[in-house]
């Protein structure tokens, strides 16, 4: 194991810790600040209310967090000395993205497609958390219009290079490299998440020996490019 793999498995080790120790504590503060609520609920007033629903909502941006994390363990204990020794298929974990993402989908009207989506040596598990990342910013960080997106898939010679594509608000090209970095989150509080899901892709890729990048769209919208290993 390189001494990076390490280092990583080390961080993975880490995280998992802070991730057991704080989601208990942040169960009880938010359970109890509901019950709290209920059983004050004709007390409280204007100023009482807004101050209980601040709380739930910093109990939610902490449980977003604290997902990300663990998503972003569980990318970092990627390795490609393991792969999926039969090959997976892009098309499946593709199906239980949609699947997972339903609701998303439905609430903005998006058309989500896919085509050519080959088998690739990558576990189904870092598939699908790659591509739920990958679809859900294009949902979450949709246009004016109903969001479009659509993963495709080319041969190259020892693997295949895929893309998801969407018709979204883009990004500014200063902040390409910058949302590959932890906990970088471009649009603030505009938009829920830990900043956590494109650094964890990333990792996910790179251990494979494949590279991850963004370009904008000609007509508006983005298209993340990766590499992966054919089966």
């Not at 793999?5 to 938010?30: I, N, Q, Y």
């Not at 601040?54 to 939610?60: A, D, F, H, N, Y």
């Not at 471009?186 to 991850?212: D, N």
Request: aromatic share 6%; charged share 25%; net charge negative.
């Amino acid at each position: 194991m390189s001494s990076s793999s390490g280092e990583d498995t080390d961080w993975a080790e880490f995280l998992d810790r802070l991730v057991h120790d704080m989601r208990e504590p942040l169960r009880s503060v938010h359970a109890f600040t509901e019950l709290l609520s209920e059983t004050a609920k004709d007390r409280l007033g204007v100023e009482g209310e807004e101050a209980f629903r601040e709380i739930l909502s910093g109990t939610t941006r902490i449980r977003a967090l604290i997902d990300g994390l663990s998503g972003y363990s569980l990318a970092l204990r990627e390795s490609a000395d393991s792969p999926a020794s039969q090959g997976v298929s892009l098309q499946l974990a593709f199906d239980i993205v949609l699947d997972a993402l339903d609701n998303e989908i439905r609430a903005c009207g998006a058309t989500v497609t896919a085509e050519n989506l080959p088998k690739v040596s990558v576990s189904l598990e870092r598939l699908t958390q790659l591509l739920e990342n990958l679809i859900g910013n294009s949902l979450k960080f949709k246009g004016d219009a109903p969001p479009v997106v659509r993963v495709s898939a080319r041969p190259e010679a020892t693997g295949w290079a895929i893309e998801v594509e969407d018709n979204g608000m883009g990004i500014d090209s200063a902040d390409i490299e910058k949302v590959f970095k932890p906990f970088t989150r471009v649009q603030g509080r505009r938009h829920p998440g830990a900043g956590l899901g494109l650094p964890a892709c990333r990792k996910i890729v790179e251990a494979h020996g494949g590279e991850i990048r963004m370009r904008p769209r000609a007509d508006g919208g983005l298209i993340c490019a990766f590499w992966l290993p054919a089966a």
